[in-house]
């Protein structure tokens, strides 16, 4: 598996000097967005907990960077610093509430708590701007001899926060933490019974994979230039959840090929297709139907049943260890 | 005092709208564990369709008639054809409905524009009701009147008649009920249809005071399932107290303090939340 990681980090470095500067800065966006989408699957594939309102905590880092950047002009680290403060501090409320309930009640909690953000930003216009949104924002200067607003050198400043990001969460993954996570999503009972803090282990999967949204929040402000509302919405963070439902829940990297094919497909579709959305939900149900643990699911399946062609039907029983 | 009877009266109005919404969501919720996300699917095809139709016969309640009609087959058909086979998987659930509400939403963005549309009620129910300095919209007063009286009649529906005590008996415990033959096909399918009839009939009155556009789906399927949250899953009380708490809070909130408007819609969700995580009438499932 360290084979196939070290070989999508290669693609991405040496894809974007093929691709043109729209291609390029689709490639961008999808990176970003592949952070929150590994970050719900921390929270979706690990830990079991079907959010339904992931894309808040990029929002609101959004909304802290851009105003701090519109009205107070600070710099990217101090930008960098509050929002995931910011994040940390809603996040932690947030599931508070949001934890006190299981399955179905959680996912309508955490769709109701979006809203919540939603309304503010909508409508306290006097702080966040309302509808209108909070425009010009420019690409970061950090000092460094690139300038940031070539496509192509702030892929690779966006590449370097992806990886870093990448990195992290597969850390928290693949450590007892991260396992215990898994524990939890099979069986919570016998967790229990094992002696663990079920509700402390969700609580700390649930903001860890608020901050890491956070963070790819900040990004998207200054890839976007521009929030609004609409970066609070319901339909964000039902995008971020198919996602990780496309590329399959439970391996991080599921999420990042789920979140390449979503930004691609609404893009390239849209400018053929007027009803580019029909597709889209038309794309929903047969991922449902028919690829129910996504595309590395059906990756998975194809690969097993290459590699056991000839021998026994007999599929192994545990999921090839990433 | 005028102010708050206004406020009051239409706060009363909108959450009759969301009960009628909410009722449906609660029913299908609580028979099937489904979280329905197409819900509000039905609230559009039920105003757009009552709107061509009222456009081509000229009578609202033929609207009214087909609107319901058509909610109610396509939510068996999606009932029977595509949930049936998922069973409680939360994720495939939400990512199926989730896909039906876009490409419904599409569909009728595609079919009758993005425009806001008005159902046309007949001139008799347009009028007002005039008492003293304050004017009551009498179409309100009769949505207000449909709302109670499907919470009547769902109530004698589920208490009183033999049907009732299935459907309540599989809200309880579906395999007991399956076991004791209780066909628990027509039960879901009921709880579709009932579902999808009334949300297409508040598609219908909601279109003619509130009208009908593609994006409201989504706004008023946010309220209505606040509402079944706050009130409870499963509890259709809890549905009426949920979607009338809602109705007044969101309208006092906005003619109060606007700038927070929908936070103070959603904070008292959150706080009754921190306290009843079930919703005030719901139980622990």
């Known amino acids: 598996m360290i084979l196939g990681f070290v070989g999508l980090l290669v693609l991405l470095i040496i894809l974007p000097h093929f691709l043109s500067r729209y291609l390029c800065e689709l490639l961008t966006q999808a990176l970003i967005l592949s952070i929150v989408a590994m970050s719900l699957d921390i929270l979706l594939g690990y830990t079991g907990l079907p959010s339904l309102g992931h894309a808040v905590y990029s929002g609101i880092a959004a909304y802290t960077t851009a105003i701090l950047l519109t009205r107070y002009h600070a710099s990217f680290p101090e930008v960098m610093i509050a929002s995931l403060i910011v994040v940390t501090i809603v996040a932690a409320l947030f599931g508070l509430l949001a934890l006190r309930a299981t399955s179905h009640s959680f996912l309508l909690i955490t769709i109701a708590l979006t809203m919540l953000a939603w309304g503010l930003a909508y409508r306290w216009t006097s702080f966040t701007k309302g509808e209108n949104g909070i425009a010009g924002i420019t690409r970061p200067d950090l000092g460094l001899p690139w300038d940031f607003r070539v496509a192509i050198n702030f892929y690779y400043l966006i590449f370097i926060c992806f990886s870093i990001a990448l990195i992290l969460m597969w850390a928290v993954v693949k450590s007892p933490f991260g396992k215990s996570l898994l524990g939890i999503k099979e069986s919570p009972s016998r967790m229990q019974a094992l002696g663990y803090n079920i509700w402390l282990h969700k609580y700390m999967a649930f903001v860890i994979a608020g901050i890491f949204s956070g963070f790819a929040g900040v990004l998207w402000v200054y890839y976007q230039g521009f929030v609004s509302p609409v970066d609070l919405e319901g339909i964000p963070s039902l995008e971020v959840l198919l996602m990780v439902a496309l590329g399959g829940a439970g391996t991080l990297f599921g999420a990042i090929i789920g979140a390449v094919i979503l930004v691609f497909f609404k893009s390239l579709v849209s400018v053929h297709m007027e009803r580019w959305m029909m597709l889209m939900g038309i794309v929903f149900i047969l991922t449902v139907i028919y690829a129910p643990e996504g595309i590395s699911g059906l990756a998975r399946k194809v690969y097993n049943r290459l590699r056991h062609s000839g021998q026994s039907t007999e599929l192994p029983v545990s999921k090839s260890s990433m | ?285």
């Not at chain 2, 609107?67 to 029977?80: K, L, T």
């Not at chain 2, 524009?113 to 008005?118: A, C, E, K």
């Not at chain 2, 007002?128 to 949505?143: E, H, K, Y």
């Not at chain 2, 395999?175 to 009839?197: D, N, P, W, Y």
């Open chain 2, 1 to 285: 005092m005028d102010f708050f009877i206004i406020q009051a009266f239409n706060g009363i109005s909108y959450g009759a709208i969301i009960y009628l919404i909410a009722s449906g969501l609660t029913i299908i919720f609580g028979i099937m564990d489904i979280v329905n996300l197409a819900h509000s699917a039905y609230y559009l095809l039920g105003g757009y369709v009552a709107i061509t139709v009222i456009g081509k016969t000229g009578n609202f309640y033929v609207g009214i008639l087909c609107g319901m009609a058509v909610g109610v087959i396509v939510a068996i058909a999606m009932e029977r054809f595509f949930l049936r086979v998922l069973g409680g998987k939360l994720l495939a659930q939400v990512l199926i409905t989730a896909g039906f509400y876009f490409f419904f939403e599409d569909l009728c963005l595609a079919i009758w524009g993005g425009d806001p549309q008005w159902v046309k009620a007949p001139q008799y129910l347009t009028e007002c009701l005039i008492c003293g300095t304050l004017t009551f919209p009498i179409f309100r007063i009769v949505l207000i009147a449909v709302a109670v009286g499907v919470a009547l009649g769902l109530w004698l529906f589920i208490e009183k008649t033999k049907f009732g005590a299935k459907l309540r008996a599989s809200v309880d415990d579906r395999e007991m009920a399956q076991g004791v033959g209780i066909k628990l096909s027509t039960i879901c399918a009921s709880a579709f249809a009932i579902g999808g009839g009334l949300a297409a009939l508040a598609g219908i009155l909601g279109g003619a005071y509130l009208s009908v556009y593609p994006a409201f789906g989504f706004e008023i399927l946010i309220y209505a399932f606040v509402a079944v949250i706050v009130g409870g899953f499963g509890s259709l009380r809890g549905a009426f107290v949920g979607a009338m708490f809602l109705g007044l809070i969101d309208n006092f909130g906005k003619a109060l303090f606007p700038q927070l408007s929908y936070f103070s819609l959603y904070a008292p969700m959150a706080i009754i939340l921190a306290v009843r995580p079930t919703g005030l009438f719901g139980r622990a499932k």
